[in-house]
């Protein structure tokens, strides 16, 4: 007969959470799964009847994390808002100060790093990164549907730029870089937003020629002789 639920839920958390901890102390290279147990109060086999290894663990860290925030963006009671509007309010909480509790933002850091030399972290990373890119996804599909975003507006494009962002913003704020002021910022981002919209007049791609200056294959004009 196998543990019950509770047990099994029980010391998965007392896992992630000396996961967490040993990550946000040592990174995910120096972390051991050996000391990942201790600080549970388990042992190495509790870990590897709960996860596939320690790449498995980061993993479960970030990804509960990130999930939360994309829940609290479209939380239900903003669904009346448009896409665009979700979209907008996404893009002014990018340089939110970070809080300085929770060890979890640095450790998304952590994982992108460390992904290039783990291949197993690799691909759960890039499945973590697919998943937000399907639901920011799902957004701009709404921005289509109800007309706050431009037809013309590649879907995937558009996602992709918002995914860019989210994630430079995370390797700006980590380093104690100064934040923009925050009503500029959402300005600006708001403004970005609405150039989406199909109403906004198109852009001019070449600059209006300033130069005063004769061209040369134009021919001097003439004087007339009184």
């Known amino acids: 007969m196998g543990a019950p639920v509770e047990v099994i839920e029980s010391t998965r958390e007392k896992l992630l959470e000396a996961a967490t901890a040993v990550f946000s102390e040592r990174g995910y290279d120096g972390a051991g799964v050996q000391e ?11 870990i590897y009847a709960n996860f596939r290894g320690k790449a498995d663990l980061l993993f479960e860290v970030i990804g509960n994390r990130s999930a939360s925030e994309l829940d609290d963006l479209l ?3 903003r669904r009346e808002t448009t896409a665009a509007k979700l979209l907008a309010d996404l893009g002014s909480h990018l340089l939110d100060e970070p809080d300085a509790g929770d060890p979890k933002g640095g450790l998304l850091i952590e994982a ?32 289509h549907a109800d007309g706050s975003v431009d037809a013309d507006v ?15 913003s995370l390797l700006y704020t980590s380093i104690g870089i100064g934040r ?3 009503v500029e910022w959402s ?28 061209s040369p294959s134009q021919p001097a004009p003439r004087t007339e002789l009184p």
């Open 36 to 46: 990942i147990a201790r600080r549970a109060g388990l042992t190495t086999g509790a």
């Open 75 to 77: 939380r239900p009671q």
């Open 112 to 143: 992108f790093v460390s992904a290039r030399r783990d291949v197993d972290l690799a691909v759960l990373v890039r499945s973590l990164v697919e998943e937000r890119a399907q639901s920011i996804g799902g957004i701009v599909e709404r921005a």
């Open 154 to 168: 590649s879907a995937d494009a558009l996602t992709r730029f918002s995914l860019v962002l989210a994630l430079g």
């Open 180 to 182: 923009p002021d925050e």
């Open 187 to 214: 300005s600006l981002i708001h403004r970005v937003v609405g150039s989406l919209h199909p109403d906004t007049p198109p852009i001019e791609t070449q600059p209006p020629e300033t130069s005063t200056t004769e």
